[in-house]
């Protein structure tokens, strides 16, 4: 080997597609750096108003009869080999039956694909739909990983806008402006992160008008189906399956707390078989098939924890969280220098709009949330990680006491800044 002189390395340079995805799912390293200004001298308890884990807090424990599930497919032996490509069929089968609950068709064992959370099931339909040219319409704000794997896979990405004034309904017609003959689907989120909007049965029924007049599929992210407390019922996307195709995302993470078991699953929700018909469900097992595989343990609990829970456990849940809804909203409101322009009704989110011109020293939102940070040990998400500039992103998925005193610090911060004109 020659000692002198530059090495000539076979590896090439890192894919600027790795980069695309960096910059647009900023969000995580964006909190990141909120957290690190938290004053550690501070001997008040953080509030933790960024992501959307409940699990620290005990009033929203996961229900016994899924713990329970889980420790007899351990205990049982059965469940310590590979899963096939689609998933255990007692869980797949398990899952379709708790998703015909709500549809007007009924759903097969063939028609579900189990993922390692829904996380999983957007890098799958991204990658699925990843052919030359073709683009995605998602929405502006949403969930930012959408964009990442979008991003990776080479799918074009293009944002349509949610409405704050109406209750952060998806703008029909700049979905409709945005589509061209390249566009293969476009993404809802329902019940809605980030604003915790819950879509009604007229609105869900128009977006489905519009995909069929496009000629498109709808993938619908309902990570939190059912999980609603205001006075909108979910609907699920699937209801107009016959309208137009509908792949939905979802899994057992929100609705029963447990985030860190990584069950999701993708079903179609298309009764018209107009999905396979287009090899797209052969394409997605295809994908799962050399991809990861959701623990084997979790899949085999999977069918005694939809049988086994208590409906009283989602009800508590329920009322926990309309109690922390309402208390952020009516709190936010009465801050001022934010605006609250929709009150939560699902989700574990509510985006917030900051007047700039009401603060003193205050340059924008990611200031905003880093001052906050270094003065009441508060973390709350920047909303420029979601594209939306002077917003902020608050989970009240936190203990109702905590909730309550972590609002109370961000009403002082507001004050102790507020603009002299507004004093």
């Known amino acids: 080997m020659d000692g002198g002189g530059e090495v000539a390395w076979r590896f090439g340079a890192a894919k600027p597609e790795l980069a695309a995805a960096s910059a647009q799912i900023k969000m995580r390293a964006l909190v990141a750096r909120v957290y690190g200004c938290l004053d550690k001298s501070d001997p008040r308890a953080v509030v933790p108003l960024a992501s959307g884990d409940p699990t620290p807090f005990p009033c929203f424990r996961t229900s016994a009869a899924a713990e329970q599930a889980v420790t007899a497919a351990v205990a049982s032996g059965k469940h310590n080999g590979y899963p096939s490509a689609t998933g255990v069929a007692e869980a797949c089968s398990a899952v379709a039956t708790y998703l015909s609950r709500y ?50 896979s080479g799918l074009e990405f293009r944002h349509y806008d949610l ?5 952060w309904e998806v703008d ?22 980030p604003s915790g909007a819950v879509y009604s049965f007229q609105h869900l029924a128009e977006i489905a ?23 909108k019922p979910f ?9 137009a195709p509908v792949v939905t995302l979802g899994g057992i993470s929100k609705r029963w707390m447990v985030p860190g078991w990584k069950l999701g699953w993708i079903a179609m929700t298309d009764p018209k078989g107009v999905l396979r018909e287009k090899k797209i469900l052969d394409s997605i097992i295809i994908y799962r098939g050399i991809s990861v595989d959701p623990a084997a343990i979790v899949q085999g609990a ?13 009800t508590n849940v329920m009322k926990v969280m309309r109690e922390t809804a309402e208390m952020c909203y009516q709190k936010l409101k009465a801050t001022k220098g934010v605006t609250c322009h929709h009150k939560p009704e699902g989700s574990m989110f509510v ?14 939102d990611i200031d905003f949330c880093c001052k906050l940070a270094k003065e009441e040990s508060v973390v709350i998400s920047p909303g420029s990680g979601l594209c939306m500039e002077n917003w902020l992103r608050i989970t009240f998925a936190v203990d109702p006491l905590l909730l309550e005193d972590g609002l109370e610090r961000v009403t002082s911060f507001c004050l102790r800044h507020a603009s002299p004109i507004m004093n």
């Not at 609907?235 to 309208?243: A, Y």
């Not at 999977?302 to 989602?314: G, K, L, M, S």
């Open 209 to 231: 008008e519009t995909a069929r007049k496009l000629g498109i599929m709808v993938i619908s992210d309902e990570i939190y189906e059912h999980f609603v407390f205001g006075s």
């Open 172 to 193: 029909v017609r700049g979905v409709e402006a945005l589509a061209d003959d390249n566009t293969v689907a476009v993404v809802i989120v329902n019940p809605n992160n």
């Open 103 to 152: 549809l007007p068709y009924e759903l097969s064992a063939d028609d579900i694909v189990l993922t390692a959370g829904c996380n999983h099931g957007i890098e799958i339909m991204m990658a699925v739909l990843a052919t030359p040219g073709s683009n995605v319409l998602l929405p502006r704000p949403g969930y930012p990983l959408y964009e990442a794997r979008a991003a990776l």
């Open 235 to 243: 609907v699920p996307m699937g209801v107009f399956g016959e309208i």
């Open 163 to 167: 409405l704050p004034e109406k209750g």
């Open 302 to 314: 999977v069918p005694q924890i939809i049988a086994n829970t208590d409906e009283t456990f989602f």
């Open 351 to 364: 985006m917030v709009k900051l007047d700039m011109s009401c603060f003193d020293g205050i340059d924008d």
